[in-house]
C-alpha cells in the first residue's frame, strides 16, 4: 500500500493526561506551592518542577525519608482540592469520544484519584486501563508505564501511538519501543517526539490507522522516522 503523508498505522493510543488532554498547570502550581510551604520551602513549581516525572520522585529529592509519605499524601489532598480549576485542552473531548472503547488508555504520572478528578473536572471519559504511578515500580522516563498501558490494551507497544507532551514521557515511550510518540503542545517541542501537533484538534483514528492531516503540525516527521525505523518497520507502521 502507498503511504499516506499523515496516516499512520496503529491499533491503539495511549495517552498522557496533564498537558495532553487538560491543562492542569495552574492547579498543579496552586498544589505544589501551598504544599511546598510546609514541606519544601523555597521550591516554587513554575521554576523547579520537572514535567512528566511521578511526583513521588521529585518529593524524594526535597523531603527527607522520615516524612516521604506523610508529604506524599499531603501534595495529593492539594492535587484533588485544586481538581476543579483543571480544564479539558482542544480537541480531547472531541477526540476521546469518537475513539474505539477499548482502543485507547491514558498513561499517567499522577495518582489514580487526581488523575480520576482531573478528568472528571474537564468533562473527560476516564477509561477503565488506567495506567498511573500507583500500577508502576519505576515511573516516566522509565519505559514501564507505557509498557504496562501496551499490554493493557493487549496491543504490541510497536502498534501504539502516544501523545506526550513531557520529554520523560517521550523517552519513556520510546524506550518501551512504541510505534509512534506524537508531541503535543509548545512543550512538546523540546522532546525527541517523532511529530509535534499544537493540540488533539482534527486528529482522527480508526482502529486501524491514525490520521494527523486535520491537526495543526508545529513540527513534521521528516527525518526522525526515517532514522529511528527500518525500511520493515516503516511500511508496517504507516499505511
Known sequence: MTPVPGVYGAQGLLFDCDGVLVDSDEAAAEAWNAWAREYAPGFDFERDIVHGRPARDTIAELVPSVDRSRAVHALMLREVETAAMVRALPGALELLTSLPATGWTVVTSGVLLVAQARLRAAGLPCPHALVTADDVRHGKPAPDPYRLGARRLGVPAARTVVFEDADAGVR?????????????GDRGLHTSAHVVVADLSGIRFDGTQLDLRGARQLRAPSALLEHTETGEDRHDRIA
Open 172 to 184: 519513556s515511550a520510546r524506550s518501551a519501543g512504541v510505534g509512534l510518540a506524537v508531541g503535543v
